[in-house]
């Protein structure tokens, strides 16, 4: 039986960890202790994230992992060594927010758990919180591009979604048009079979204010042209419907 150390904290709940959980379980049985440090937040920081931990056990068993759990109040760093120290572990997943808003990146965790043992570290990035952290308010950022449009070779679309969702985002979405034109003023349409390899493509992201801010350096480097915009907005369901 696989054993796995996965550790979170701001990340428990994240569709990313449980799928990182759900291919382990292909594979094979697995264990999974689920290590959730988080310093010296105080007991009312213990009490919130021992639900946390409480629901993440639920979420990761029902994918078919076998399951324990504990918060620790200690530095990252230490609880993973000392973890590791206690029991066998196959590999480490350390689950982190995205970088530039992952304080554990900005620390170097990954580096210094990976330089300390020999246990495979793997490192999955995800967005905070449990789906319906965005039940309140969110920013939908829209950008316009060509079919046409490529980066290094390769789809622009697929890959500012790929980037997307390497970076943490709550969603995106690729719509294709059927007809339409920009700055170039050339008409992009369906009708004509010329030019039906080239029609017009919106990608809509959407997450917190900051998310989104944090995603904008990444469309600085993959757009040459095209048009950005952004607008706030009211969330009224994100995430799935629990099962009944």
Same mark, same amino acid.
């Given at each position: 039986?696989?054993?796995?150390?996965?550790? !979170?904290?701001?990340?428990?709940?994240?569709?990313?960890?449980?799928?990182?959980?759900?291919?382990?379980?292909?594979?094979?049985?697995?264990?999974?202790?689920?290590?959730?440090?988080?310093?010296?937040?105080?007991?009312?920081?213990?009490?919130?994230?021992?639900?946390?931990?409480?629901?993440?056990?639920?979420?990761?068993?029902?994918?078919?992992?076998?399951?324990?759990?504990?918060?620790?109040?200690? /530095?990252?760093?230490?609880?993973?060594?000392?973890?590791?120290?206690?029991?066998?572990?196959?590999?480490?997943?350390?689950?982190?927010?995205?970088?530039?808003?992952?304080?554990?990146?900005? %620390?170097?965790?990954?580096?210094?758990?990976?330089?300390?043992?020999?246990?495979?570290?793997?490192?999955?990035?995800? /967005?905070?919180?449990?789906?319906?952290?965005?039940?309140?308010?969110?920013?939908?950022?829209?950008?316009?591009?060509?079919?046409? %449009?490529?980066?290094?070779?390769?789809?622009?679309?697929?890959?500012?979604?790929?980037?997307?969702?390497?970076?943490?985002?709550?969603?995106?979405?690729?719509?294709?048009?059927?007809?339409?034109?920009?700055?170039?003023?050339?008409?992009?349409?369906?009708?004509?079979?010329?030019?039906?390899?080239?029609?017009?493509?919106?990608?809509?992201?959407? %997450?917190? !204010?900051?998310?989104?801010? !944090?995603?904008?350096?990444?469309? %600085?480097?993959?757009?040459?042209?095209?048009?950005?915009?952004?607008?706030?907005?009211?969330?009224?369901?994100?995430?799935?419907?629990?099962?009944?």
């Amino acid at each position: 039986m696989s054993q796995l150390l996965v550790v !979170a904290y701001r990340t428990l709940g994240g569709i990313p960890l449980l799928e990182e959980v759900a291919e382990h379980v292909a594979r094979g049985p697995t264990r999974i202790h689920v290590l959730v440090p988080i310093g010296d937040g105080g007991s009312e920081a213990v009490v919130a994230a021992r639900a946390q931990l409480t629901a993440e056990q639920e979420r990761l068993g029902a994918v078919g992992a076998e399951v324990t759990g504990e918060v620790v109040a200690a /530095p990252p760093r230490e609880a993973i060594l000392d973890a590791l120290a206690r029991d066998h572990y196959d590999e480490v997943v350390l689950c982190t927010l995205p970088r530039g808003l992952s304080r554990w990146l900005r %620390d170097d965790l990954v580096d210094a758990v990976t330089a300390a043992t020999d246990v495979p570290v793997r490192h999955v990035t995800a /967005p905070a919180g449990h789906a319906a952290r965005l039940a309140t308010r969110a920013v939908r950022l829209t950008i316009y591009l060509g079919e046409s %449009d490529r980066y290094e070779g390769r789809p622009l679309a697929g890959e500012i979604v790929r980037r997307a969702r390497r970076a943490g985002l709550a969603g995106a979405t690729v719509l294709r048009g059927l007809e339409g034109f920009g700055a170039s003023q050339v008409v992009r349409t369906a009708r004509l079979v010329a030019l039906s390899d080239d029609l017009p493509l919106v990608i809509v992201l959407v %997450d917190t !204010a900051e998310r989104i801010e !944090a995603f904008l350096p990444v469309l %600085d480097e993959l757009l040459d042209s095209g048009l950005v915009t952004s607008e706030e907005l009211d969330v009224v369901v994100y995430g799935r419907r629990a099962a009944r």
